[in-house]
């Protein structure tokens, strides 16, 4: 979440969209990461790929998606 960083894990269920500047945070009924499941994971704006997978967080036994970024895809 932008400028909320430091507050993962406890705020993975949410997410945010930024547009124009503006962010807006959502709920959401899972919890998010990055591959390494040690932080968010953020796209810049523009087309993407995305890979989704699950992993359950083995400290809390928490069930992450985790979300990377399989390429960029070019807007031409």
């Not at 507050?7 to 990055?34: L, M």
């Amino acid at each position: 979440m932008p400028g909320r960083e430091g507050n993962w894990p406890e705020d993975a269920d949410n997410y945010c969209i930024t547009t124009g500047g503006k962010s807006t945070f959502y709920p959401a009924v899972a919890s998010f990461s990055n591959q390494e499941l040690n932080g968010p994971f953020s796209l810049r704006p523009g087309r993407h790929r995305v890979l989704l997978s699950t992993k359950i967080e083995p400290e809390s036994g928490r069930l992450f998606v985790l979300i990377s970024e399989t390429e960029t895809v070019d807007k031409t």
